[in-house]
C-alpha cells in the first residue's frame, strides 16, 4: 500500500514526465516553432526559373529547385546536382550527377532532365542569355551530361549555379504544360505547396531531399510591398525575416533588442535607365546632361541615409571585372545646362519616370523630378506594377525607369552582357536598347577569352565606353539588409540576394 504523500510524489513526477516527452517530440528544439515568416518587397513573377529573372521570383526558386553546380556565400563554386566536373577541353565539361536524387513528385534525378532544363533555358527568351555560350548539352547514360560551349566560355561555371539553371523534372514540365508555374517541381529542401497571387507563396519541407534536411517543417513568403509594414510584423513577431529593411527603419530594427540587423554589400548596382530608341534620349548629349543634373550623393543621404556607394559606372566593385579607374558623373547642373543646350533643348523638356511600388524608388523618382526640374527638365512619375513594369519596359514604353542589376555570377559577363549587348534588347536585360558595336565585339571576346589579364583589359574598355554613351543614369552600389527575429539562427545573406534557407532555425 502507498501513502498519500508517496501517491503526491508519484503525480508530481508522472507530470514532469510526461510534460518532457512532449518538449522532446518538438523536431524544431526548445522553441516549439515549425515555421518560418520571410518576407519581401513584391510577389515572384513567376516559379518557372525560366520564364523570368527577377529577384522577388528567384529568391523563392531558390528553395524549390537546384542546379548543377552552386555559389557559395564566398562566391566560391561547390557540387550541387552534380557531385564532381571535369573540363574535358577548351569548350567542353563532363559533369556526374548524384545519384538517387529525388524530385517532388517522387521521379529521380537523371541526365535527360538536365538536358531538358537546359534545352529550355536556351529557348527562353527571359534567360537565355545566361547560357547563351553553350552550343548542345549531350547525356551518357542516366548520370552523366556533357556541356559543349560553342568558344572557350570562362564563366561557365558561375552561370551554371545561377537561379535560372535550375533543373526541372521533364514529365512534370510536360504534363503541367502552360500550368507548370502554378504547380512547380524542383529537388531542392522544400516542396511547393500554394501560391496566393499577391500575398504569399507557401512551401514545405522535402523530407526526400538529398541533402541536410531543411530544419523546419513549413516555409512562408509573405509579399508586403510597403517598406514600414514589413518592419512592423517584425516588431511585433509576424515575419521572422525581412528582407530590404527601408533605410527610414534601419534604426528601428537596430535598436530593438529582439531583433538583429544584417547588413553587407551586394552584388548590385541601381541605376537610371534611359530608351535611347525615343528622343530626345537618343541624343547621347541629353543622357550625358542629365547624369550631371542629378546629386546622387544626396539620393544616397536622403534616400538610403548612406547605405550605399556612388555608382563611376555600370558595374558593382564586387565583380570580377571592375574598372577601378572610372570616375563616373559629377554633379554638375551648369554643365548640365550648356550640354542640353547644345542638344537643342536650351529650355529643357518634359518626360517621365516609370518605377515599380518599392518606397525607395519612389522617393528617387521624387527627388530626381526635384533635381532636373533644376535644369528646365520636367518629369511625371508613374507607379506601374511590379510584373507590368518588367513587361512594358521589355516592349520599350518607356521614357526612363528606375532599376537595378544583380551580377549574380560575380563575372562581368554576367553584369554587362545582358544589359549593354545588343543581341540583349527587351526582356533580357537591355531595357535600354542600348547600341554600339565596339561594346558587341569587346563583351564577345570578354566571354570567350580564357585568358584572365585579356578579360580585365577588354572590360575595362568596354567600361569606359558605356559611360561615355551614358544609356544609364548610374546612380549607386548598393548595401543589402535583413531584419531577423533574435532567435533565428543560421541565416546568412548571399551576396547576390538569393537566400538559402534551408539551415534556417530557431533557437
Not at 118 to 123: A, E, I, S
Not at 272 to 298: C, M, Q, S, W, Y
Amino acid at each position: 500500500m502507498f501513502s498519500r504523500k508517496t501517491y503526491f510524489v508519484l503525480s508530481i513526477l508522472l507530470v514532469l514526465m510526461l510534460t518532457l516527452s512532449a518538449c522532446g517530440s518538438k523536431e524544431t528544439g526548445g522553441s516549439g516553432k515549425d515555421e518560418l515568416v520571410v518576407a519581401q518587397g513584391a510577389d515572384p513573377k513567376s516559379l518557372d526559373p525560366h520564364a523570368s529573372n527577377d529577384q522577388p521570383s528567384s529568391r523563392v526558386n531558390k528553395q524549390i529547385y537546384n542546379t548543377l553546380v552552386e555559389a557559395t556565400e564566398d562566391m566560391e563554386i561547390e557540387p550541387g546536382l552534380a557531385e564532381s566536373w571535369e573540363q574535358v577541353d577548351e569548350t567542353t565539361w563532363r559533369f556526374k550527377l548524384r545519384e538517387g536524387v529525388k524530385f517532388h513528385n517522387g521521379e529521380e534525378l537523371r541526365a535527360s532532365d538536365v538536358k531538358f532544363s537546359l534545352d529550355r533555358m536556351m529557348n527562353s527568351p527571359e534567360v537565355a542569355h545566361i547560357v547563351g555560350a553553350v552550343e548542345s548539352v549531350e547525356i551518357e547514360g542516366d548520370y552523366t551530361v556533357i556541356i559543349k560551349t560553342k568558344e572557350p566560355f570562362a564563366p561557365i561555371l558561375a552561370h551554371l549555379a545561377h537561379t535560372a539553371a535550375s533543373i526541372l523534372n521533364e514529365k512534370a514540365v510536360t504534363e503541367a504544360g502552360d500550368d507548370y508555374a502554378n504547380n512547380p517541381i524542383g529537388t531542392g529542401p522544400f516542396k511547393f505547396v500554394s501560391h496566393d497571387a499577391g500575398d504569399k507563396v507557401t512551401l514545405e519541407r522535402f523530407d526526400d531531399y538529398f541533402g541536410e534536411p531543411a530544419k523546419v517543417n513549413t516555409l512562408i513568403f509573405r509579399n508586403i510591398p510597403e517598406g514600414t509594414n514589413r518592419t512592423i510584423g517584425l516588431k511585433t513577431g509576424e515575419i521572422d525575416i525581412a528582407y530590404d529593411i527601408e533605410p527610414i527603419d534601419l534604426g528601428k530594427v537596430r535598436e530593438d533588442d529582439k531583433l538583429v540587423l544584417i547588413e553587407e554589400e551586394s552584388l548590385s548596382t541601381s541605376y537610371i535607365g534611359f530608351n535611347t530608341k525615343k528622343a530626345p534620349f537618343h541624343d547621347v548629349r541629353v543622357r550625358k546632361a542629365l547624369n550631371h543634373a542629378v546629386n546622387v550623393d544626396e539620393i544616397i543621404e536622403v534616400v538610403l541615409e548612406g547605405a550605399g556607394k556612388k555608382a563611376t559606372g555600370p558595374i558593382n566593385d564586387k565583380v570580377f571585372g571592375y574598372n577601378k579607374d572610372l570616375k563616373g558623373y559629377e554633379y554638375d547642373p551648369e554643365k548640365a545646362k550648356e550640354l542640353l543646350a547644345e542638344a537643342g533643348y536650351p529650355d529643357g523638356f518634359k518626360t517621365t519616370i516609370w518605377t515599380n511600388d518599392s518606397p525607395v524608388r519612389v522617393r528617387i523618382a521624387e527627388l530626381v523630378q526635384a533635381q532636373l526640374k533644376e535644369v528646365g527638365v520636367e518629369v511625371t512619375i508613374e507607379e506601374v506594377e511590379w510584373g507590368a513594369y518588367l513587361e512594358r519596359t521589355a516592349a520599350g514604353e518607356h521614357d526612363m525607369f528606375i532599376l537595378g542589376w544583380v551580377t549574380v555570377t560575380g563575372d562581368a559577363d554576367y553584369g554587362l552582357y545582358a544589359l549593354f549587348h545588343s543581341s540583349q534588347h527587351g526582356g533580357a536585360g537591355n531595357r535600354t536598347f542600348y547600341t554600339n558595336s565596339e561594346v558587341d565585339k569587346l563583351l564577345d571576346q570578354g566571354r570567350t577569352s580564357i585568358d584572365e589579364g585579356e578579360r580585365l583589359e577588354v572590360y575595362a574598355k568596354a567600361q569606359e565606353l558605356i559611360v561615355e554613351d551614358a544609356p544609364q543614369l548610374f546612380l549607386y552600389f548598393q548595401t543589402q539588409n535583413a531584419g531577423v527575429q533574435s532567435n533565428v539562427e543560421g541565416f546568412r545573406l548571399h551576396p547576390a540576394g538569393h537566400h538559402k534557407l534551408v539551415n534556417v532555425s530557431f533557437k
